[in-house]
């Protein structure tokens, strides 16, 4: 996927906000790109363009050899709120068969990449529920389910494991590395997370805010497979998470330096006095 000058800019009768500029990057095939910033900095403005929900105000994105200009075959997005999402009125069959309308596939083969999916993401048994009968995570994990069932060539995921708690969301970030590497997707996934963004990467895109921009683009060289204690544990985790946590933090003291150097008499009253 090539992004490519991407500006996004919001006009309305308030005024006009520019909310990304001059974005470009790449993302290989198979790979795992994570794009993690403040809040405010465009993280899902860009993931809505790359999956042609929301048109760029300049610039281009390419799938392949063609311009993702709307909703595009191969591309499946995961949202963060899963209540949402999936269709409260049908069964979490009936939601996995949603996804695979489009394709006009023999029956068979539809309630066989259902299963697979359901057993991909744990839920073998859960077929016949409704998505109100579940728990949030288990909920997540049929809106993954529903994701891969139309066998996407990229997944695209917007602040996923936002609303579960630390545990689930520990075991739903194994469960999209185990699918990564099953269904041999490619995936962008935008998260405010730090640690998660170093810990599922391969790649780290850092965006720093007004306007939205690609501030750092970091290879992450942890040995796969991940593992939630044993990876967290390596000093080179330790050194990327900071890294990170330096990037994202730095708009704010640039901020702030900036403000102390235009009223150097605040940064005076403000300096704690040294006996
Ligand atoms: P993030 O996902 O990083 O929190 P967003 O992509 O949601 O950031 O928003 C980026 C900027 O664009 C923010 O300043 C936000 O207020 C603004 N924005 C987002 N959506 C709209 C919209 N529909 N209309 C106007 N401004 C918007």
């Known amino acids: 996927m090539v992004i490519s000058g991407v500006t996004k800019r919001y006009d309305s009768a308030k005024g006009s906000k ?24 465009g993280k899902s403005t860009l993931l809505m363009m790359m999956a042609g929900l929301l048109p760029t105000s300049s610039g281009t994105i390419r799938l392949g050899e063609n311009l993702v200009t709307g909703p595009a075959d191969g591309l499946a997005v995961v949202f963060q709120e899963y209540s949402r999402s999936l269709f409260p009125w049908m069964t979490v069959e009936k939601n996995l068969a949603m996804a695979t309308i489009a394709d006009r596939l023999p029956k068979a083969v539809v309630a066989e990449r259902i299963a697979r999916a359901l057993h991909s993401v744990g839920l073998e048994g859960s077929g016949k529920q409704y998505p109100w009968q579940l728990s949030g995570g288990m909920q997540q994990r049929v809106a993954i389910a ?115 150097a235009a009223a150097p008499e605040l940064a005076e009253a403000a300096r704690p006095a040294v006996a």
Do not use: W
């Open 146 to 260: 529903r994701a891969v069932v139309a066998e996407p060539r990229v997944l695209l995921m917007d602040e996923p494991f936002a609303a579960v708690d630390a545990q689930t969301r520990a075991d739903l970030e194994d469960l999209v590395l185990r699918i990564r590497d099953e269904y041999d997707v490619t995936v962008a996934l935008v998260t405010h997370d730090i640690d998660e963004s170093v810990y599922l990467g391969d790649r780290v895109l850092v965006l720093g805010a007004n306007p939205g921009r690609v501030m750092a683009d970091i290879a992450v060289t942890l040995p796969s497979p991940r593992e939630q204690v044993a990876t967290k544990r390596l000093p080179a985790f330790a050194e990327l998470r900071s890294d990170v946590f330096e990037l994202v933090m730095r708009p704010k003291q640039t901020a702030s330096s900036a403000a102390t």
């Open 18 to 41: 520019l909310a990304l500029t001059e974005t470009s990057f790449t993302i290989r095939e198979k790979e795992f790109v994570t794009i993690v910033g403040p809040s405010g900095c």
